[in-house]
């Protein structure tokens, strides 16, 4: 399994924008279906949004369709979730998460590997 470190969380305020990095290590990214999720307080972990390893299969969380985007970088090894116009309701811990086979599910159990997360606040 890749090691998996997010980054790019912090303090901002509703409307803005902001980018989260998974860069994975120990292994090629480019083989998994990576995933972002996020979780916050009181709350069940949720799906946000994922991306096959060929790319040809992009999935969206209903609440972030539209806003979001996620995209990797293979040369680098990382997947990115770009978050545009954010809301106070997506404060929440983000986490990147893979799974060796299978496509962009919104699933978390089909995902075997998680990074540690990182959180992101959005005030009003």
């Known amino acids: 399994q890749v090691q998996l470190v997010e980054s790019g969380g912090g303090l901002v305020q509703a409307g803005a924008s902001l980018r989260l990095s998974c860069a994975a290590s120990?292994?090629?990214?480019?083989?998994?279906?990576a995933g972002w999720f996020r979780q916050a307080p009181g709350k069940e972990r949720e799906f946000v949004a994922a991306?096959?390893?060929?790319?040809?299969?992009?999935n969206y969380g209903d609440s972030v369709e539209g806003r979001f985007t996620i995209f990797t970088d293979n040369a680098k090894n990382t997947v990115y979730l770009q978050m545009n116009s954010v809301k106070p309701e997506d404060t929440a811990v983000y986490y990147c998460?893979?799974?060796?086979?299978?496509?962009?599910?919104?699933?978390?159990?089909?995902?075997?590997?998680w990074g540690q997360g990182t959180q992101v606040t959005v005030s009003s």
């Open positions: 120990g292994g090629s990214l480019s083989i998994y279906t």
């Open positions: 991306v096959s390893w060929s790319g040809g299969n992009v």
């Open positions: 998460a893979t799974r060796r086979f299978g496509g962009a599910s919104p699933e978390r159990t089909d995902y075997d590997n």
